[in-house]
């Protein structure tokens, strides 16, 4: 096996460590504090997707418009996921990390360094080299469109982990499409205007990550404060772990509660800066416990890597000028890697005309 795997369950897992390795410990300022997320009148929204086909469709846009505008992260419910589904994607998730580590190996990323774009197995090393690592494991896999998928990195075992991912990823594709098409209503823009105009020119990247329990959970984090750099993510949380989730509102960091049956929509970069900045990609992370383990299943929505992306022209005006540039997916995402990684918000930033 090779020598440098270092999957954080490993260190964990006889239960005999009690001080965390230095480089997953935090600078004071970007440490998880007691009192974050507690502020009870700052709660996620929560849309009800029930009706949504039918009269109630105007109400639930307008609260996608607010949503988006006030917060860039939602949560829905009723969104025609079938939460049966959902449970069996989270139940052979666990199975897999549960698996010993020379099995969770045979689909080891072949390089770790660069997990944000490799797929496979590995510990959730940090964007940029030197920066402090996340306390966490993950699985990811190229999804959609399936012709980019490498079946070689996908678990065999449990056996119903192929066909139940492959469900999985097709349902998330068919909400990101509904929800797409209520951004677009919510922009003022015909309800299939995303939709047709990122026909063809959308990929998917499913994320399983999972948090083991920290012996010093207040000196890391799972995942360190970032924005998602693509389009659209959408992630679920399981009710029975405890929440990990924080993402900034005004200056704080809100907890995202787990909720039965819900799934979370986060905007990313790339809807910020087609909205021409309507609507704000949001920093999140995400704290871990000196418990028990928690995991989130991701699915990620990027444009292709020559898809151009700028704010959308039927948007502007006289009065309204663009606010960012334009540039293709592929250089923004390598850019962005190179420049601050999965930490803060630097690289939308360098997208701004000021
Ligand atoms: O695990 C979580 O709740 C957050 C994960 C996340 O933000 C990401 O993978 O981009
Ligand atoms: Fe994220």
């Known amino acids: 096996m090779p020598s440098e795997v270092r999957a954080v369950q490993e260190l964990v897992k006889d239960g005999h460590m009690n001080a965390v390795p230095e480089d997953y410990i935090l600078p004071e300022e970007e440490r998880p504090k007691l009192a974050d997320g507690v502020s009870a009148d700052h709660a996620l929204p929560v849309i009800d997707?029930?009706?949504?086909e039918g009269e109630r469709r105007g109400f639930i846009v307008e609260q996608i418009r607010e949503a988006c505008a006030q917060w860039g992260f939602f949560q829905v419910t009723n969104?025609?996921?079938p939460l049966p589904l959902i449970a069996r994607m989270?139940?052979?998730s666990r199975e897999f990390f549960e698996l010993p580590l020379e099995d969770k190996m045979k689909y080891r990323s072949p390089n770790e360094e660069q997990m944000l774009v490799s797929e496979g197995y590995g510990t959730k090393v940090a964007a940029k080299k030197g920066a402090f690592a996340n306390w966490g494991d993950q699985l990811r896999h190229k999804s959609l469109p399936a012709s980019q998928r490498n079946y070689d990195r996908w678990p065999t075992?449990?056996?119903s982990f192929r066909e139940i991912e492959e469900g999985y990823i097709e349902e998330q594709d068919k909400l990101v499409k509904r929800i797409l098409e209520l951004i677009s209503e919510s922009l003022g823009l015909e309800s299939s205007y995303l939709n047709d105009h990122l026909v063809g020119k959308l990929t998917q990247t499913l994320l399983m990550n999972y948090y083991p329990h920290c012996p010093q959970p207040e000196l890391v984090?799972?995942?360190q404060r970032h924005s998602d750099f693509g389009l659209l993510t959408l992630l679920v949380q399981d009710v029975d772990d405890a929440p990990g989730l924080q993402v900034t509102k005004d200056g704080d960091w809100i907890t995202v509660m787990p909720m039965d049956g819900a799934v979370i929509v986060n905007l990313g970069d790339q809807m910020e800066m087609l909205s021409n900045g309507k609507y704000k990609s949001i920093e999140h992370r995400a704290f871990v416990t000196g418990s028990k383990p928690r995991m989130s299943i991701v699915a990620f929505t990027y444009p292709t890597d020559e898809t151009v992306v700028g704010p959308i022209s039927d948007l502007l005006s006289a009065e309204e000028l663009p606010k960012y540039g334009r540039c293709s997916f592929g250089e923004y995402r390598s850019s962005f890697i190179a420049s601050?990684?999965?930490h803060g918000k630097s690289h939308i930033q360098s997208m701004a005309i000021v």
């Open 49 to 52: 997707m029930k009706g949504v």
């Open 79 to 81: 969104h025609g996921v």
């Open 90 to 92: 989270q139940q052979v």
């Open 157 to 159: 075992n449990p056996s």
């Open 221 to 223: 984090l799972g995942v």
């Open 340 to 342: 601050s990684g999965a």
